[in-house]
C-alpha cells in the first residue's frame, strides 16, 4: 500500500492576488509529511508533521497568527483522531501553545496509557490545564503574545471598533481571514488520521470552544468493512458542532459505493437542511475527506464558504503535487481532487 496525504488551509476567502501564498504553503504541508512516511514514521506522525507547517504560518487561522479573542488574545483549539485505533485527542481554548496539534496528538497517543488507580486519561483538555499538561510533558510552551502576528493585532483593532461603534463594515471581516486549517492522512500500513486545527472565530469569548478540538464534528477517522474514511472540517465551529458533520459524512461514506453521491447528500440533508440551523441564514462549512477502499482512494472536498484551498501528495502520483482553490457555483457541491490506485 502506498501512503497518501492531503491537507486544507481552511475554508473562507481568498483573494486572488494571495491564491499562490496559500497554494505554495499547502504544498509545503503536504511535502513535510510525505517525508515523515518516507522516513517510516506513522500516518499519525505525518498528519500531526503537515498540520503544524499550516500552524507556523502567519497566513492561517491556527497556531501562530490566529485570530484573536475579545480580550485580545491567542486561545487554540485542535483535535486529532487515528482511524486504526478509533482514539481521539482534543485540546480547547488554550493559550501559549506554539503547536496545538502536538499537544491533540499526545493525548491521542496517551489514550493507550494506563494510569494508577484505574483512572482513565482524558482525551479533551481545555485552558490553563491544557497547557500545564503540555509543560509537563514538554510541549512547546510560548509567551501568549509570541502567536499574535500584527496582521491579527490590526484585525483585532479594526473588528473591535467596529462591533463596538456598530459598523456595517465589521461584515468585512468574514473575508479577512480562513477558518480551521487540517490534514487528511493514510500510511503504507494503511493507518488513517484526521486532524483540525484552529484560533477559533474573530473576537470569540475567551474559553470558547470550537469544533476543531471535539471528535466527529472538527475531525473523524476509521476504518470498517475494508473501507478507511477521514474527515477534517473547516467552517462556523458552532454550525459544525451542532451537525456533528464530520461524523456524519463518514457515516454517509460506509453506507454507499459513491463517495461524491454521499458527501453532496450529507452535505445538503444534515447540514443545509439540519433542523439545528434552521434560524441561521448563511451556513458555512467546508470538508476535506480521505476515502480508501480496496486499494483504491479518492481525496474529495466541498464547501459553502467562497473558496477553500486543498493540496495532496501520493507516492504513486507522477505529478506528485497539486494544489488547488476551488470556487463552487453551487454552495456544497463535493469536488473530487484526486482518485488513484493505491
Given at each position: 500500500?502506498?501512503?497518501?496525504?492531503?491537507?486544507?488551509?481552511?475554508?473562507?476567502?481568498?483573494k486572488p492576488s494571495n491564491e499562490k501564498y496559500y497554494k505554495k504553503l499547502c504544498l509545503r504541508a503536504c511535502r513535510k509529511g510525505l517525508e515523515v512516511i518516507n522516513n517510516?514514521?506513522?500516518?499519525?506522525?505525518?498528519?500531526?508533521?503537515?498540520?503544524?507547517?499550516?500552524?507556523?504560518?502567519?497566513?492561517?487561522?491556527?497556531?501562530?497568527?490566529?485570530?484573536?479573542?475579545?480580550?485580545?488574545?491567542?486561545?487554540?483549539?485542535?483535535?486529532?483522531?487515528?482511524?486504526?485505533?478509533?482514539?481521539?485527542?482534543?485540546?480547547?481554548?488554550?493559550?501559549?501553545?506554539?503547536?496545538?496539534?502536538?499537544?491533540?496528538?499526545?493525548?491521542?497517543?496517551?489514550?493507550?496509557?494506563?494510569?494508577?488507580?484505574?483512572?482513565?486519561?482524558?482525551?479533551?483538555?481545555?485552558?490553563?490545564?491544557?497547557?500545564?499538561?503540555?509543560?509537563?510533558?514538554?510541549?512547546?510552551?510560548?509567551?501568549?503574545?509570541?502567536?499574535?502576528?500584527e496582521r491579527a493585532k490590526k484585525q483585532f483593532v479594526s473588528n473591535k471598533y467596529n462591533v463596538m461603534n456598530h459598523s456595517l463594515d465589521g461584515l468585512k471581516e468574514k473575508?479577512?481571514?480562513?477558518?480551521?486549517?487540517?490534514?487528511?492522512?493514510?500510511?503504507?500500513?494503511?493507518?488513517?488520521?484526521?486532524?483540525?486545527?484552529?484560533?477559533?472565530?474573530?473576537?470569540?469569548?475567551?474559553?470558547?470552544?470550537?469544533?476543531?478540538?471535539?471528535?466527529?464534528?472538527?475531525?473523524?477517522?476509521?476504518?470498517?468493512?475494508?473501507?478507511?474514511?477521514?474527515?477534517?472540517?473547516?467552517?462556523?465551529?458552532?454550525?459544525?458542532?451542532?451537525?456533528?458533520?464530520?461524523?456524519?459524512?463518514?457515516?454517509?461514506?460506509?453506507?454507499?459505493?459513491?463517495?461524491?453521491?454521499?458527501?453532496?447528500?450529507?452535505?445538503?440533508?444534515?447540514?443545509?437542511q439540519s433542523p439545528l440551523l434552521r434560524n441561521n441564514n448563511e451556513k458555512l462549512a467546508g470538508v476535506l475527506v480521505l476515502y480508501e477502499s480496496e486499494n483504491y482512494y479518492?481525496?474529495?472536498?466541498?464547501?459553502?464558504?467562497?473558496?477553500?484551498?486543498?493540496?495532496?501528495?501520493?507516492?504513486?502520483?507522477?505529478?506528485?503535487?497539486?494544489?488547488?482553490?476551488?470556487?463552487?457555483?453551487?454552495?456544497?457541491?463535493?469536488?473530487?481532487?484526486?482518485?488513484?490506485?493505491?
Amino acid at each position: 500500500m502506498k501512503s497518501v496525504i492531503a491537507v486544507h488551509a481552511g475554508a473562507g476567502y481568498v483573494k486572488p492576488s494571495n491564491e499562490k501564498y496559500y497554494k505554495k504553503l499547502c504544498l509545503r504541508a503536504c511535502r513535510k509529511g510525505l517525508e515523515v512516511i518516507n522516513n517510516n514514521g506513522s500516518a499519525l506522525e505525518a498528519a500531526t508533521t503537515a498540520t503544524t507547517v499550516l500552524e507556523d504560518s502567519p497566513l492561517t487561522n491556527s497556531g501562530y497568527g490566529s485570530n484573536l479573542t475579545w480580550n485580545g488574545c491567542v486561545e487554540c483549539d485542535a483535535g486529532v483522531m487515528d482511524g486504526s485505533t478509533m482514539h481521539f485527542g482534543g485540546i480547547g481554548a488554550v493559550p501559549g501553545i506554539k503547536n496545538p496539534i502536538t499537544l491533540a496528538k499526545l493525548l491521542c497517543e496517551k489514550q493507550n496509557s494506563l494510569l494508577s488507580f484505574g483512572r482513565i486519561p482524558p482525551c479533551l483538555l481545555v485552558g490553563q490545564g491544557a497547557q500545564e499538561f503540555a509543560l509537563a510533558n514538554n510541549i512547546v510552551v510560548v509567551k501568549p503574545s509570541e502567536l499574535i502576528t500584527e496582521r491579527a493585532k490590526k484585525q483585532f483593532v479594526s473588528n473591535k471598533y467596529n462591533v463596538m461603534n456598530h459598523s456595517l463594515d465589521g461584515l468585512k471581516e468574514k473575508k479577512g481571514h480562513l477558518d480551521t486549517v487540517g490534514c487528511v492522512c493514510i500510511d503504507k500500513l494503511g493507518r488513517i488520521v484526521a486532524t483540525s486545527s484552529s484560533g477559533g472565530i474573530a473576537l470569540k469569548q475567551s474559553g470558547r470552544v470550537g469544533q476543531a478540538a471535539l471528535i466527529g464534528a472538527g475531525c473523524w477517522a476509521q476504518v470498517k468493512n475494508n473501507v478507511s474514511i477521514a474527515v477534517t472540517t473547516s467552517g462556523c465551529g458552532e454550525h459544525l458542532m451542532q451537525t456533528n458533520l464530520a461524523k456524519e459524512i463518514s457515516r454517509e461514506l460506509f453506507k454507499t459505493e459513491c463517495p461524491t453521491v454521499a458527501i453532496n447528500k450529507c452535505f445538503d440533508e444534515q447540514f443545509f437542511q439540519s433542523p439545528l440551523l434552521r434560524n441561521n441564514n448563511e451556513k458555512l462549512a467546508g470538508v476535506l475527506v480521505l476515502y480508501e477502499s480496496e486499494n483504491y482512494y479518492e481525496i474529495l472536498s466541498a464547501h459553502s464558504t467562497k473558496s477553500m484551498c486543498v493540496a495532496f501528495a501520493s507516492e504513486n502520483n507522477k505529478k506528485s503535487f497539486v494544489s488547488r482553490i476551488t470556487h463552487p457555483n453551487t454552495p456544497g457541491t463535493c469536488v473530487l481532487v484526486e482518485g488513484n490506485p493505491i
